[in-house]
Nanobody, 122 residues
Framework: VQLQASGGGLVQAGTSLRLSCAAS????????MGWFRQAPGKDREFVSAIRWGSGRTYYADSVKGRFTISRDNAKNTMYLQMNSLKPEDTAVYYC????????????????WGQGTQVTVSS
C-alpha cells in the first residue's frame, strides 16, 4: 500500500488546514489509519486515528476539540481537519496504516506516507 499525504503549508496561528492521505488501494474495514507528527528534535507522536470500518475516532489530548479526523471509503482517502492551529502544532505530519488494529505507537503501523510539512506562525 502506498500512502500519499498532502495539504500542509504555512499558516498563521488561529487558522485552519486540511490534510489528506490517499491510499493506493482499498483499506480493509479491520484496519486503522492514523496521523502522526514529528517536530524537529522530537519523537514522532500520535495525533489521531480512525477505524476504517466503524469510523470510531481517537485523538491525542493536545488536539482534542481542534482537530477532526474523517475518511471517505469510496476515495480510499483519510482527512485531518485542523482548526485553531497553534505554533506548537508545527511539525511534519505523516499518515499511516495499522493492519493490526488501534494503536498510538508508531511502531505498530505498517505503511507510511511521505509526510507533509505544517508550519504555524505566531
Amino acid at each position: 500500500v502506498q500512502l500519499q499525504a498532502s495539504g500542509g503549508g504555512l499558516v498563521q496561528a488561529g487558522t485552519s488546514l486540511r490534510l489528506s492521505c490517499a491510499a493506493s488501494r482499498r483499506t480493509f474495514s479491520s484496519h486503522v489509519m492514523g496521523w502522526f507528527r514529528q517536530a524537529p528534535g522530537k519523537d514522532r507522536e500520535f495525533v489521531s486515528a480512525i477505524r476504517w470500518g466503524s469510523g470510531r475516532t481517537y485523538y491525542a489530548d493536545s488536539v482534542k476539540g481542534r482537530f477532526t479526523i474523517s475518511r471517505d471509503n469510496a476515495k480510499n482517502t483519510m482527512y485531518l481537519q485542523m482548526n485553531s492551529l497553534k505554533p506548537e502544532d508545527t511539525a511534519v505530519y505523516y499518515c499511516a496504516t495499522d493492519t493490526g488494529g488501534y494503536s498510538e505507537s508508531p511502531d505498530t503501523y505498517d505503511y507510511w506516507g511521505q509526510g507533509t510539512q505544517v508550519t504555524v506562525s505566531s
